[in-house]
């Protein structure tokens, strides 16, 4: 079974920034993506931005374009999401996920990113 295993979360200041990492228990092969989803309590998950491994193309959630990127390792089964500018709507758990297409696809378990004002 693979875990994939998130880091990087915590408490920051509006207009901090934090990288959140995302790396699998062992290899895994053909990950067509790579992406990043939050929720917050109440609300359904969302996602924040998403890595096509074979083109390198990208896509974000509006409220973050220009103040998140998502770059990935598919060598090493990693994906990271530096997050700029932070603003206090960006708290949420943040959880990574890896789609290996056929329906088959990993999340990770969840990591608190907290903004405060």
């Known amino acids: 079974q693979v875990q994939l295993v998130e880091s990087g979360g915590g408490l920051v200041q509006a207009g901090g920034s934090l990288r959140l990492t995302c790396t699998a228990s062992r290899n895994i092969f053909d990950i067509n993506g790579m992406a990043w989803y939050r929720q917050v309590p109440g609300n359904q998950r969302e996602l924040v931005a998403d890595l096509l491994t074979r083109t390198g193309a990208t896509e974000y959630l ?41 329906a088959r696809a990993y999340w990770g378990q969840g990591i608190q990113v907290t903004v405060s004002s």
């Open 62 to 102: 509006d409220s973050v374009k220009g103040r998140f990127t998502i770059s990935g390792d598919k060598a090493k089964n990693t994906v990271f999401l530096q997050m700029n500018s932070l603003k206090p709507e960006d708290t949420a758990v943040y959880y990574c996920f890896f789609d290996l297409g056929a």
